[in-house]
């Protein structure tokens, strides 16, 4: 089926992440002009309202999103005529009845669940007891898929119960930032960098995803889920098999998938004996940011559990048991309300075995590959610094490549408008795949376990700081240091 025959179904139209992510994705690919003008978009949420005042509701949200320089009433004319509002409450089958009439069997249905995990089997239910669903129909997945392993599997199973696994798109959306698809790009088209690329070479890696948002009005949700779940389960953990991943035979999602739960496979267990040295939790407490003072979080206002041991920061050290990474250490941590919004990935090399360069220290060359803010490829390297005067002195020199100022284009375009051209193609290579989730589940329910096994307390940090200092020992008792 070509693309231009698309209706595009976003249960939960109105929740926040639509608003804040998807539909500004959806304007700047038409303002792109990427979108087919036959692609239709049905907007689904709870409230009894007209499609006129669905996207009343939207304008200023999406002409914020969207910049003075692209917006314009022509943009938005042309995008309200793609859309049309539908009033379903989602676990009532009888009103999936106004859907099924909207939608035409000579064209692929793709339904985004933009809803909590526990809907996603009735919304199913419901799609295929009202006619909605058909051999062709796609399903798009947000995270968390599952709580546990044993829960993403049932996710999993209901989910394919109704949908052809080649049509269901699980997404992280750090799959589709540009930074994140460069980095194959630069371990596989790149010899000098694919042939350094092992245990010989590298010293350490360091995955940092740090975060300045705290978690004000989602403590119900969050205090059930913590740091571990929300984020390291799958954003770091994509991260981490995309750095560590054998060469796919192709660039096919089913070659590349394969690949990255060999990479899961791998993961050294982290149980009741090592968790204690391997991981460190941590909670925010009061702090400042930027000269506002921020609130810790058991004095949230939402705040009902007053004695929780939840983490809002989570470090783990992690060892990958393979040919390829044997001995090396992968340093993951992510948390809330840190000092500065930061993604990278750090690898550091082993230094020379000589120096020859006495009057210098040994500096080992890093290569640094930055998601956000600034998405580009820094190496760190020693050069002689210039001048006659004196022995030859060594200076270190930063390669930096930034993506925006060497595209020559106006922005980097947001991971959603990638994958929604992705969903759109029926292209999957930059998605989920079932057994690679479920598997990354696994891991993380065995190091939950443990912690809670050996009663892992949660360290408090100030907010606005960099966690705490037990985060620091870490990695400091192997003789290296987070990278600042």
Request: hydrophobic letters at 40%; glycine letters at 6%.
């Amino acid at each position: 089926m070509k693309d231009n025959h698309i209706d595009l179904v976003l249960f939960g139209a109105a929740g926040d992440l639509s608003r804040r992510k998807l539909l500004p994705a959806l304007m700047h690919l038409d303002y792109s002009e990427l979108l087919s003008p036959d692609l239709r978009i049905l907007a689904l949420s709870r409230e009894d309202i007209s499609t006129d005042q669905f996207m009343a509701g939207q304008e200023q949200t999406l002409k914020a999103y969207l910049g003075e320089q692209r917006w314009s009433e022509g943009l938005w004319q042309r995008f309200c005529q793609r859309v049309d509002y539908v009033s379903v409450q989602f676990t009532d089958i009888s009103q999936y009845a106004a859907l099924s009439q909207q939608l035409k069997p000579e064209r692929v249905a793709v339904f985004y669940f933009a809803t909590p995990p526990s809907l996603f089997q009735t919304i199913c239910e419901n799609l295929n007891g009202s006619g909605c669903l058909s051999e062709q129909s796609r399903v798009v997945l947000e995270k968390p898929i599952g709580r546990n392993h044993a829960n993403c599997k049932e996710v999993n199973e209901t989910v394919g119960h109704f949908f052809d696994e080649n049509g269901i798109y699980r997404i992280d959306h750090y799959l589709g930032k540009e930074t994140v698809q460069n980095l194959l790009a630069l371990r596989f088209a790149n010899r000098f960098i694919n042939a350094q690329w092992d245990n010989t070479c590298i010293d350490h890696v360091q995955i940092t995803v740090a975060e300045t948002v705290g978690i004000d009005g989602r403590f119900s949700y969050y205090d059930q889920v913590g740091q571990l779940r929300d984020m390291l389960q799958n954003h770091l953990m994509q991260l981490l098999c995309l750095v560590a991943m054998e060469p796919p035979n192709t660039m096919t999602a089913h070659d590349i998938r394969d690949e990255k739960v060999k990479v899961v496979r791998a993961l050294r267990v982290i149980d009741d004996a090592t968790v204690a040295d391997h991981v460190v939790r941590g909670q925010y407490t009061q702090g400042w940011y930027r000269a506002e003072e921020l609130t810790g979080y058991l004095d949230l206002e939402d705040a009902d559990n007053p004695d929780s041991d939840t983490e809002t920061f989570v470090a783990v050290k992690a060892f990958i048991d393979n040919w390829r990474w044997a001995g090396v250490p992968f340093y993951l941590r992510t948390g809330k309300r840190m000092g500065e919004k930061v993604t990278e990935i750090v690898i550091t090399y082993k230094t020379l075995a000589h120096n020859i360069f006495a009057s210098h220290e040994n500096s080992p060359n890093r290569l640094v590959i930055r998601l956000q803010p600034n998405e580009g490829i820094e190496m760190q390297m020693l050069s002689k610094q210039h001048g006659i005067e004196g022995d030859m002195g060594l200076i270190r020199q930063n390669l930096d490549l930034n993506f925006l100022a060497a595209s020559g284009i106006e922005r980097i375009p947001d991971a959603y408008e990638r994958l929604f051209l992705d969903v759109i193609r029926g292209d999957q290579s930059l998605f989920v795949g079932r057994e690679e989730v479920e598997q990354s589940w696994l891991w993380c329910d065995q190091l939950i376990s443990a912690w809670e096994s050996r009663r892992l307390k949660v360290n408090p940090y100030s907010a606005g700081t960099k966690g705490p200092a037990q985060a620091e020992l870490l990695i400091g008792r192997d003789g290296r240091s987070w990278h600042e």
